[in-house]
């Protein structure tokens, strides 16, 4: 069974870091692009990164640029976003989706109609 499984969100205060994880499992994650999306309350789905299989790549939004650190490891199946600074626009439900090669990791590649494989979704929720 195809699966991604997002762990590590929380509640914390403007300034704060959360690291959010994406563990796959029934799949090899390493033959995958991966995308993180996040989607507050009465808002669009939106690509906050991306990486791409070997990890050689990456985009960030420009929201997140120079807060946001995607990475992944193919040997332990997951793929981390690492968050700092963060603030109370980043409150949020964080999803991870899987996608092919063929879709670049930018903009225009990191859509929601793009994507393969979607985890359930983590709640981060900035606030004092």
């Known amino acids: 069974q195809v699966q991604l499984v997002e762990s590590g969100g929380g509640l914390v205060q403007p300034g704060g870091s959360l690291r959010l994880s994406c563990a796959a499992s029934?799949?090899?994650?390493?033959?995958?692009?991966i995308g993180w999306f996040r989607q507050a309350p009465g808002k669009e789905r939106e690509g906050v990164s991306c990486?791409?299989?070997?990890?050689?790549?990456?985009y960030y939004t420009d929201s997140v640029k120079g807060r946001f650190t995607i990475s992944r490891e193919n040997a332990n199946n997951t793929v981390y976003l690492q968050m700092t600074s963060l603030q109370p626009e980043d409150t949020a439900v964080y999803y991870c989706?899987?996608?092919?090669?063929?879709?670049?990791?930018?903009?225009?590649?990191?859509?929601?109609?793009?994507?393969?494989?979607w985890g359930q979704g983590t709640q981060v929720t900035v606030s004092s």
């Open positions: 990486i791409t299989s070997s990890g050689g790549s990456t």
């Open positions: 029934g799949f090899t994650l390493d033959n995958y692009r």
């Open positions: 989706a899987a996608f092919r090669w063929f879709y670049s990791c930018s903009v225009y590649g990191l859509s929601v109609k793009r994507m393969d494989y």
